[in-house]
């Protein structure tokens, strides 16, 4: 059987057409990546991130303008390439078999979706090593916080971290600010690809057709101050503990930057004690829970529910 041009048309649209629907399906759930990340554009082969660590704050004004020469962080996250491929076979063209790569299409595009989300779990993970723009670990206790605005004179430590436990990590995050503690850097949309033409080397010597996914960015951590972490049991003290931990953050200078908690992340053996503790509003003994609705819980099934770095 000779496959013609409109049977490789039809198999290009089922594909295309498959994937685009559950894109779009997919991307009204709210990924966990759109949740935590901050997508910020690229154009170039890598970002610098100069201005993280630089809180910008208005003053009365009073004769002329106060120049302040502020901080600069060399932090720099270089792009990535990153594909995934699906391959279909002649004879199944030939075969008029082209029903079974339907799912197989909505899957690339669940790929996409989870791609992002494994990223950010990943960095958060890693955060104990990881270096963010202040040249500490992302989750460290010796974050340096200056006493004048412009980074100079001797720093403090402050910790976003919660007690010395190694149980399941969990993680209080503050969203809802224009940026968040994470960032997916884009250099390009995810791109869907094909090679469908007999001419082409990969369809001459493999018999087959294929379809793909492309992507070039990267992923880093922005403000350390809109995240803490815990790997004690998460329980309503601890939760009250990282809730006024990120409340008593400071910028340089010494003013309160004025976190406000709103997302508590947790891997699902942590929903349970998660939902106990933000989602009942009496507590065991019959009282009111002072912690019900303080913020919103998210379980991410990307996180791992035991420590990976003792």
């Known amino acids: 059987m000779i496959i013609k041009h409109e049977t490789l048309q039809a198999l ?23 949740t935590v990340a901050t997508v910020i554009p690229s154009n170039t082969r890598s970002n610098t991130y100069g201005w993280l660590g630089n809180f910008p704050q208005l003053r009365e004004w009073i004769g002329p ?44 595009a669940k790929e996409v979706v989870d791609f992002f989300d ?10 104990f090593t990881g270096l963010c723009y202040d040249g500490q670990p992302f989750f460290d206790a010796e974050h340096p916080i200056y006493p004048t605005i412009d980074g100079t004179g001797t720093s403090a430590s ?31 949309n995810p791109e869907f690809e094909e090679i ?3 001419r082409n080397d990969s369809v001459f010597l493999l018999d087959t057709y294929m379809y793909g996914i492309r992507y070039r960015g990267s992923f880093g951590y922005g403000f350390w101050q809109q995240a803490v972490v815990c790997k004690e049991p998460l329980t309503a003290a601890t939760y009250q503990q990282a809730r006024l931990c990120m409340q008593q953050f400071k910028r340089d200078g010494g003013d309160p930057l004025g976190m406000v908690p ?8 942590n929903e349970a004690a998660g939902r106990t503790v933000l989602e009942m509003q009496y507590d065991v003994g019959g009282g009111s829970n002072p912690n ?8 991410s099934p990307w996180l791992p529910g035991e420590n990976l770095h003792e």
């Open 262 to 269: 709103t997302h508590l992340l947790v891997d699902p053996t």
């Open 292 to 299: 019900y609705h303080t913020a919103t819980l998210v379980v």
């Open 118 to 127: 494994r990223h950010i779990v990943a960095l958060m993970v890693d955060g």
């Open 158 to 188: 402050v910790s976003n971290i919660i007690g010395d436990g190694t149980g399941a990590p969990w993680y209080l995050l503050a969203l809802s600010g224009v940026l968040k503690p994470f960032i997916v850097q884009q250099r390009t």
């Open 65 to 108: 303008r106060v120049m302040q020469s502020m901080k600069e962080s060399g932090y720099t996250l270089e792009n990535q390439k990153y594909e995934a491929t699906l391959q279909v076979k002649r004879e199944d063209i030939e075969d008029d078999n082209l029903g079974i790569y339907r799912p197989l299409a909505r899957s690339l």
């Open 196 to 198: 469908t033409d007999p």
């Open 12 to 34: 290009r649209t089922m594909v295309r057409g498959e994937f685009a629907a559950q894109a779009a399906i997919l991307q009204k759930l709210t990924p966990l990546h759109q």
